[in-house]
């Protein structure tokens, strides 16, 4: 059964199970072939370390402090690399019970900081070691690695785009360590989240310099993955503030913009979580949609954020609707387009949740609102309804002058002249209502 987690054993796949039956998966099959892939392959789960095994009842997300109401078995309360290593025990042993092939981890997830920059790169050499032992045994291995620029007290005035150029080069000399790792481990993506790169106030910010200098962390990693032959892909995670009050990568429009003003957009995609477009008031889905319409859309987080509160919350994902929206969006661009693709667990439980099932029931959670929205939006892809309707309302597009517009082929004198010859236009309904009662018909079935 294992040492940490013997009450729970390995989560099975159960349809017929009842409404207190909260340790199974009544809609995730791991091996059902949905539009053409199997569900595994389609949603690639990838439990966070961090939220998982960093955070446990510190209401600080950024803090890595264990001051809640409780310790899980493995923690001592210490930052001692013995209690680093008890935790990745830990961790493999729930991610096995979970039934997952991925797991998502930063450098600093794996061992802590040393008294010097050696102590520190020996401990990290010794815990990818073990955690690449872990992998062989298991199975598994990371969906993204990631380097952690953002808890230490030496980022609080952020990483690249902090005014000291001292931190800026420690913030690198991180990066490479952990892109070594990410080598070493095979990670599929090297994430990088910055949300400490940002400003409080414009009156102590350069904010050109500051983005120049993202822009010189984004082209040295590029340089280093090629000189190592690093294969994983480059995401960037946008967010909208907290704890900053505002981070120069928003969303997904600015990061494009960022990475495309430096040459940098063919190296990388953007790694969307939904639950930061709620932080900005936006749809859930809204900057899966941007991401994806530019063809940038490389990996998604699967948890959200309550709508009330204007922060992190990583709550765990229970909205069909809103799950469906996004897979409907992922579906549409064919999930792992160029080895792309795949859903990173980034929820965490809540700081009164003391016992260790707690962890199970909310990935279970997760993953069962997403496996049921990955069915909603197949049948609505092959259904064909969608693409039908949405082509109706572009279809003056189709031919004749409006083709050209399409096209980019004609210029305002042009347009003048139609507008003369064929006068004012006739409005067209959106038809907003039919496509949400079409929506609904998918999400909630009368045949469930």
């Known amino acids: 059964m294992g040492k940490f987690f013997n ?8 349809p017929d199970a009842g409404p207190e039956d909260t340790l199974v998966y009544r809609h995730y099959n791991p091996s059902e072939t949905v ?22 009842g510190t209401d600080d997300h950024y803090g890595n402090r264990f001051d809640g109401p409780h310790y899980p078995s493995w923690e001592d309360g210490s930052r001692s690399f013995s209690n680093y290593q008890r935790r990745m025990q830990a961790a493999f042993e729930f991610f096995g019970k979970l039934g997952v092939r991925f797991y998502s981890a930063s450098d600093r997830d794996f061992a802590p900081e040393g008294e010097s920059w050696e102590e520190t790169c020996s401990m990290l050499e010794e815990a990818t070691t073990m955690a ?60 990088f989240f910055h949300p400490r790169d940002g400003y409080q106030s414009p009156l102590q910010r350069q904010m050109y310099r500051d983005i120049q200098h993202m822009g010189h962390l ?32 928003c969303d997904a429009m600015s ?15 953007l790694y969307i979580k939904p639950a930061h477009s709620r932080m900005m008031n936006r749809p859930y889905h809204h900057d899966v949609h941007m991401a994806s319409a530019f063809n940038m859309l490389g990996l998604i987080d699967a948890a959200d954020s309550y709508p009330e509160v204007n922060g992190t919350s990583d709550i765990c994902a229970s909205n069909v609707r809103d799950a469906t929206y996004v ?44 496996a049921r929205a990955l069915k909603n939006a197949a049948r609505m892809l092959s259904d064909g309804f969608f693409a039908r309707n949405l082509q109706q309302r ?24 139609y507008v003369m010859k064929y006068g004012e236009c006739q409005p067209q309904s959106s038809r907003h209502e039919h496509f949400d009662n079409m929506f609904n018909y998918y999400v909630y079935p009368s045949r469930q």
């Open 7 to 14: 009450s729970v054993g390995r989560i099975e796949y159960r």
């Open 132 to 191: 690449c032992n872990m992998q062989q045994q298991t199975g598994m291995r990371p969906l993204y690695f990631a380097a952690d620029l953002f808890s230490h007290p030496r980022y609080m005035n952020g990483a690249a785009t902090n005014p000291d150029s001292h931190v800026f080069a420690f913030a690198c000399a991180q990066v490479k360590r952990a892109m070594d790792m990410a080598k070493r481990l095979q990670a599929e993506h090297f994430v």
């Open 218 to 249: 984004y082209r040295m990693a590029v340089q280093y993955r090629e000189k190592i032959g690093y294969k994983g892909h480059l995401l960037i995670q946008p967010k909208p503030m907290d704890p900053m009050r505002h981070q120069y990568e």
């Open 394 to 417: 572009y279809i003056s597009y189709k031919s004749g002058f409006g083709e050209k517009l399409d096209k980019g082929s004609t210029n305002f004198e042009e347009c003048e002249a």
């Open 327 to 370: 897979m409907k969006c992922y579906l549409e661009q064919s999930g792992m387009q160029y080895g792309y693709g795949g859903f990173n667990l980034g929820c965490r439980v809540r700081r009164e949740s003391i016992e260790p099932r707690d962890m199970f029931h909310g990935m279970v959670l997760t993953m069962d609102t997403y």
């Open 255 to 269: 990061t494009m913009q960022l990475l495309r003003h430096f040459g940098m957009e063919r190296h990388y995609k």
């Open 35 to 56: 539009h053409g892939r199997t569900m595994e392959e389609w949603m690639r789960f990838s439990p966070c370390y961090f939220n998982m095994f960093r955070y446990f």
